[in-house]
């Protein structure tokens, strides 16, 4: 049986996910304003990861016998007027994440839940790549942003992220 407290986390994260999917489709839409569409494809590939890890948790729970319950998502602010802001803003809020997940993993932890420790792992693994991806994507941006072709360059190189499916199986 899953504990209480961990249930309440991992639903509630379930909420954050869902968030975090639309922080991502707010960058996206800036950056196809912003004439970047392959920012915007690489923001629209990044919400839809978050979906998924989303959906991982509420199945998660389905599969230990929770119900989640599902809350409002709230809405983004709208994203910053400048792209290296936005990419930095990305960031902040993938460590935010990375918080959210190890406190969870701490709650389990706790309680010698090794199941959901498990299961968490992934997200711990998951997270380190997500932050790693939005600081190349700072430091790309710093080394090109600036440079007409650079920027040509760069958008093209996000243009070609294609979604993959998680790897995780319940």
């Known amino acids: 049986m899953l504990d209480k407290k961990v249930a309440e986390l991992l639903n509630e994260q379930i909420n954050k996910e869902f968030y975090s999917a639309y922080l991502y489709l707010e960058f996206s839409a800036f950056f196809e304003d912003e004439g970047l569409d392959g920012f915007a494809n690489w ?17 998660y729970l389905q599969n230990n016998n929770v119900r989640p319950a599902l809350e409002a998502v709230a809405k983004p602010e709208s994203a910053p007027a400048d792209r290296a802001k936005v990419l930095q803003a990305g960031l902040e809020h993938e460590r935010y994440v990375t918080g959210l997940i190890h406190a969870i993993y701490d709650a389990a932890y706790s ?19 997500e932050e790693k991806n939005a600081e190349d994507l700072i430091k790309k941006m710093e080394l ?20 993959a499916a998680p790897s995780l199986t319940l």
């Open 43 to 59: 923001y629209k590939v990044q919400a839809q990861e978050e979906r998924d890890h989303a959906m991982l948790m509420f199945q």
């Open 111 to 129: 309680v010698k839940d090794f199941r959901t420790m498990q299961f968490l792992d992934w997200f711990v693994k998951e997270q380190g790549e």
């Open 144 to 163: 090109y942003g600036d440079d007409a072709k650079g920027l040509y360059m760069l958008n093209s190189e996000l243009a070609a992220r294609v979604y």
